[in-house]
T-cell receptor, first 111, second 113 residues
Framework: SQQGEEDPQALSIQEGENATMNCSYK?????LQWYRQNSGRGLVHLIL?????REKHSGRLRVTLDTSKKSSSLLITASRAADTASYFC???????????FGAGTRLTVKP | IAGITQAPTSQILAAGRRMTLRCTQD?????MYWYRQDLGLGLRLIHY???????GKGEVPDGYSVSRANTDDFPLTLASAVPSQTSVYFC????????????FGPGTRLTVL
């Protein structure tokens, strides 16, 4: 069963706008990660946030984590057409080999 | 080789046939993983290996087996393929199981008829 669930399932925005994707999970976690997948390719790690962190930045990416609500958000600022991809959250719960992925958010950035 | 590679890129297989998907990494990572990705379900862990010589079952291990004879290679075998194993298979590795950041291969698209 999936641990993380992304919301929305699909998002379409114009270039230059910000994109926000959310992830909710069910059980307590050690950390949460966000990955990106271009069509027909493997996943690429974007950012990892630990359970004792609340916010993390990497370039145009901003991730927040609210462990009390069991949720995380990924914000992409000043989006570009090249940001078009699927974005997945992944959590590890009781053990590090049980990392669970959500079904993903499909982001389309129109030029 | 740079990173993690998978072979074949795609395969069409008759039901009942045996198939091995290959995965090789040159990053000297200790941990390796096999996932399947199905539309609407995200990625699901099939098997993993924390270090050479050890393997473990993931979320959906039935019908699959793995081996880890050395650090670099982690083949996934379908002993007798069934249509429900039609999927895209991704191999991944991480420096250490506790580090968590995983590096993914390009995937193998498998169709079982």
């Amino acid at each position: 069963s999936q641990q993380g669930e992304e919301d929305p399932q699909a998002l379409s925005i114009q270039e230059g706008e910000n994109a926000t994707m959310n992830c909710s999970y069910k059980t307590s976690i050690n950390n949460l990660q966000w990955y990106r997948q271009n069509s027909g390719r493997g996943l690429v790690h974007l950012i990892l946030i630990r359970s004792n962190e609340r916010e993390k930045h990497s370039g145009r990416l901003r991730v927040t984590l609210d462990t009390s609500k069991k949720s995380s958000s990924l914000l992409i600022t000043a989006s570009r057409a090249a940001d078009t991809a699927s974005y997945f959250c992944a959590t590890d719960a009781l053990n590090n080999n049980d990392m669970r992925f959500g079904a993903g958010t499909r982001l389309t950035v129109k030029p | 080789i740079a990173g993690i590679t998978q072979a074949p890129t795609s395969q069409i297989l008759a039901a009942g046939r045996r198939m091995t998907l290959r995965c090789t990494q040159d990053m000297r990572h200790n941990a390796m993983y096999w996932y399947r990705q199905d539309l609407g379900l995200g990625l699901r862990l099939i098997h993993y290996s924390n270090t050479a010589g050890t393997t473990g079952k993931g979320e959906v291990p039935d019908g699959y087996s793995v081996s880890r004879a050395n650090t670099d290679d982690f083949p996934l075998t379908l002993a007798s393929a069934v249509p429900s194993q039609t999927s895209v298979y991704f191999c991944a590795s991480s420096a250490d199981p506790s580090y968590n950041e995983q590096f993914f291969g390009p995937g193998t698209r498998l169709t079982v008829l």
